[in-house]
Structure formats: structure tokens, C-alpha cells
């Protein structure tokens, strides 16, 4: 039985990351997102290791063909590692945003991370082994006015994975929560909200925040925050009660609207 690494969102930024950093590790891939031209591009690159490389184009937001991938999924395959890298934001007032759009966040963000964790733990239980990373956010600490439903999701996505941490340590599965603050990604693009001057200045490389979402699920540390800039902003939010902190951040979205 062949062992595999799936990432999800793997066309680009940090899914194209994980790709090649799990690649350096000889680690099989199983690649899925909706770009299947950028995932072939991604397979061609990784020619050069002695792996093998899967790509599936899938639309986590639709979970009919992500039922549909892992149903047709080789039964002789053990996903051995998941990492949930899939997601996006959307900025503006909850009650200004587009239904169809609003309602797949919730999908993509939440119950895609769900449903595959859903449909391979017992496969890991049943083989005593396995890794799951879910990339939560520095959102995931706070409430985030102008960006409400992204920053709730990730709060879900965060407590979601250090409860199953707990639930499946006695079966040796690690599981993770990697806690990025903004990063040179496609997000800001997807999200149309701008990264402020200060924003700007703390902005990370997609590939250390990887490196160190990596270091932490092999180690299943609980949660992983990449940068000593997002420590502090955690540090920050401590001083400040929940509702005082939404009120700062609402200040610094709303400069962006």
C-alpha cells in the first residue's frame, strides 16, 4: 500500500509550497484545486524526485465532487498526510456581500476541512499512523469586522483542530493548526482588501510559513504561528478585552473599504 501526501488548494501559494517542500522529502502527492493546468505545471516541476505526483482537479466548494474524489479514490491508497490548505476571504460588510459567494467560503473554509478529515481518519486510526494540517489564520484569535464570516471561519477551523488533536493522539495521528498572518499569497487579490503600510510591513514569503506549518505538525505541536511579528500582535490582543480588539480591527478594515 502506497503512502501519500494530499494537498488541498495546491495550484498555488502555500498548497504550491507544501507541494514542493513535501516533494524534497519524497513524499508522494495527491494534488487537487480547480486550476488542473497550474497542477500539471506543478507535477511537471517535480519531475525530478523520485516520487509519484497525482493531480485531481476538484472544487472543494462543491461537495458533491469532493464526495465524488474520494469515492473513485484508489481503495490501495493511504493518505497518510492531509494538509486542508484551501480558503479564501472576502472583504466588506457581512449584509454587502454576494449570497452564492458568501455561503461557498462556509464550504470551502469549513466543511471541506470537515469532510476530509472526516473520510480519512478512520483509514489513519486503522494504520496507528497519520498527520493533519489545518491552515487556520492569525484571524482565528479575534473577531474581524468588515471580514466577519472569514475571521469566524478560521476561529471554527483553529478550535476544530486542537479538539480532534486530543481526540487522536491515542491512535499516534498529529494534527496541527497553522496560524498564518498575511502572507504574499493570491489572498488579498481573491479577497479585493489590500494589505495596509502596516500590514505591508509584516507580510511574509508563502515558503517560511509553510517551512514552519511543517516543523510543527511533524512535531504535533498544537498550534504554530510563523513570524515573531504575529507573536506579538497574539501578545497584543491579551491586553485587550474581545470586543475592544474587534473595535481596532474594525478601525483598520474599514480604511480599506
Same mark, same amino acid.
Given at each position: 500500500?502506497?503512502?501519500?501526501?494530499?494537498?488541498?488548494?495546491?495550484?498555488?501559494?502555500?498548497?504550491?509550497?507544501?507541494?514542493?517542500?513535501?516533494?524534497?522529502?519524497?513524499?508522494?502527492?495527491?494534488?487537487?484545486?480547480?486550476?488542473?493546468?497550474?497542477?500539471?505545471?506543478?507535477?511537471?516541476?517535480?519531475?525530478?524526485?523520485?516520487?509519484?505526483?497525482?493531480?485531481?482537479?476538484?472544487?472543494?466548494?462543491?461537495?458533491?465532487?469532493?464526495?465524488?474524489?474520494?469515492?473513485?479514490?484508489?481503495?490501495?491508497?493511504?493518505?497518510?498526510?492531509?494538509?486542508?490548505?484551501?480558503?479564501?476571504?472576502?472583504?466588506?460588510?457581512?449584509?454587502?456581500?454576494?449570497?452564492?459567494?458568501?455561503?461557498?467560503?462556509?464550504?470551502?473554509?469549513?466543511?471541506?476541512? *470537515?469532510?476530509?478529515?472526516?473520510? %480519512?481518519?478512520?483509514?489513519? /486510526?486503522? =494504520? &496507528?499512523?497519520?498527520?493533519?494540517?489545518?491552515?487556520? +489564520?492569525?484571524?482565528?484569535?479575534?473577531?474581524?469586522?468588515?471580514?466577519?464570516?472569514?475571521?469566524?471561519?478560521?476561529?471554527?477551523?483553529?478550535?476544530?483542530?486542537?479538539?480532534?488533536?486530543?481526540?487522536?493522539?491515542?491512535?499516534?495521528?498529529?494534527?496541527?493548526?497553522?496560524?498564518?498572518?498575511?502572507?504574499?499569497?493570491?489572498?488579498?487579490?481573491?479577497?479585493?482588501?489590500?494589505?495596509?503600510?502596516?500590514?505591508? *510591513?509584516?507580510?511574509?514569503?508563502? %515558503?517560511?510559513?509553510?517551512? /514552519?506549518? =511543517? &516543523?510543527?505538525?511533524?512535531?504535533?505541536?498544537?498550534? +504554530?504561528?510563523?513570524?515573531?511579528?504575529?507573536?506579538?500582535?497574539?501578545?497584543?490582543?491579551?491586553?485587550?478585552?474581545?470586543?475592544?480588539?474587534?473595535?481596532?480591527?474594525?478601525?483598520?478594515?474599514?480604511?480599506?473599504?
Amino acid at each position: 500500500m502506497k503512502t501519500y501526501t494530499l494537498i488541498t488548494g495546491a495550484s498555488s501559494g502555500l498548497g504550491k509550497d507544501f507541494a514542493h517542500e513535501y516533494a524534497k522529502q519524497n513524499k508522494n502527492l495527491i494534488l487537487i484545486a480547480r486550476r488542473l493546468n497550474l497542477l500539471e505545471a506543478i507535477k511537471e516541476d517535480l519531475k525530478g524526485y523520485p516520487i509519484e505526483v497525482l493531480v485531481y482537479q476538484v472544487d472543494v466548494s462543491e461537495l458533491t465532487a469532493l464526495k465524488n474524489f474520494m469515492d473513485h479514490l484508489d481503495p490501495e491508497i493511504f493518505i497518510e498526510r492531509l494538509i486542508n490548505n484551501a480558503g479564501f476571504g472576502l472583504h466588506g460588510t457581512f449584509d454587502s456581500q454576494i449570497e452564492a459567494r458568501m455561503m461557498e467560503m462556509t464550504r470551502v473554509n469549513i466543511e471541506a476541512v *470537515n469532510y476530509l478529515a472526516y473520510r %480519512l481518519i478512520p483509514k489513519m /486510526k486503522a =494504520m &496507528k499512523q497519520g498527520e493533519i494540517l489545518n491552515v487556520a +489564520s492569525m484571524a482565528a484569535f479575534t473577531a474581524g469586522p468588515y471580514m466577519a464570516e472569514y475571521y469566524a471561519t478560521k476561529a471554527y477551523v483553529l478550535s476544530f483542530s486542537i479538539a480532534l488533536r486530543e481526540e487522536l493522539k491515542a491512535f499516534n495521528i498529529k494534527v496541527s493548526a497553522l496560524c498564518p498572518g498575511p502572507t504574499h499569497t493570491e489572498f488579498f487579490h481573491v479577497a479585493k482588501n489590500g494589505p495596509t503600510l502596516l500590514f505591508e *510591513n509584516i507580510t511574509m514569503a508563502s %515558503l517560511p510559513v509553510v517551512q /514552519k506549518g =511543517m &516543523k510543527a505538525l511533524a512535531s504535533n505541536q498544537a498550534i +504554530s504561528i510563523p513570524g515573531t511579528q504575529n507573536y506579538f500582535l497574539l501578545l497584543l490582543t491579551k491586553f485587550f478585552p474581545r470586543v475592544g480588539a474587534a473595535q481596532i480591527i474594525a478601525s483598520v478594515q474599514k480604511g480599506k473599504l
